[in-house]
């Protein structure tokens, strides 16, 4: 069945830190693909997506690129702050699918 | 916006007890969905409707139930609870038909078995 597998955390970085999250998965056919992140406290909230190969989904200085050739959606920041620290799901929806299969969550904690 | 709402935040109850989790969304999203997250296996999913009266088992359904009588609410009923369904519940609901459609999130239930 589809699934999806992610780095695990924790991951420290320093302020103005580059980041990167490796996210593959293994799907049939093209499914879409998503960032979510969990700030403390809180519910799920989507950060990014991208529905087809070779698109990048882009928010918030985040960024992922669809790769099917790798079957892989890492998501990347180019310089984290400290209110980045949460928890960060990499997921997937398949093709005509109604259920988001999501990865182990990896939490980031940014230091001042 | 969509908003998703739990009915608790933070729950305690007794083993034995049948525990009800509440969730509310306003969008008339026809999916909603009950996940449970603990530490080191994400979020894993415990049952699903895609309308009003249909349900569907999710990848750990054991020990649990659901009911969507309208549209908008979907509850989880956990028949007699017990020590290991100790975990974070959380809610979600989705649009239909749509390629890529995102999930929206409820805050989440906090449920203690003792």
């Known amino acids: 069945g589809d699934s999806v597998t992610q780095m695990e955390g924790p991951v420290t970085l320093s302020e103005e830190a580059f980041l990167t999250i490796n996210c593959t998965y293994t799907a049939t056919g093209y499914p879409s693909l998503f960032w979510y992140v969990q700030y403390p406290g809180e519910g799920l909230q989507l950060l990014l997506k991208?529905?087809?190969?070779?698109d990048k989904g882009s928010n918030k200085g985040f960024e992922a690129t669809y790769r099917k050739e790798t079957t892989s959606f890492h998501l990347e920041k180019g310089s984290v702050q400290v209110s980045d620290s949460a928890v960060y799901f990499c997921a997937l929806l398949g093709a005509g699918g109604f259920k988001t299969i999501f990865g182990a969550g990896t939490r980031l904690f940014v230091k001042a | 916006d969509v908003k998703v709402t739990q009915s608790s935040r933070y729950l305690v109850k007794r083993t034995g007890e049948k525990v009800f989790l509440e969730c509310v969304q306003d969008m008339d999203h026809e999916n909603m969905f009950w996940y449970r997250q603990d530490p080191g296996l994400g979020l894993r999913l415990i049952y699903f409707?895609?309308?009003?009266?249909?349900?569907e088992k999710g990848d750990i359904p054991e020990g649990y139930s659901v009911s969507r009588e309208k549209k908008e609410r979907f509850s989880l009923i956990l028949e007699s609870a017990s020590t290991n369904q100790t975990s974070m519940y959380l809610c979600a609901s989705s649009l239909s038909g749509l390629w890529g459609t995102e999930a929206f999130f409820g805050q989440g239930t906090r449920l203690t078995v003792v």
């Open positions: 991208a529905t087809k190969a070779d």
């Open positions: 409707s895609y309308d009003v009266k249909m349900k």
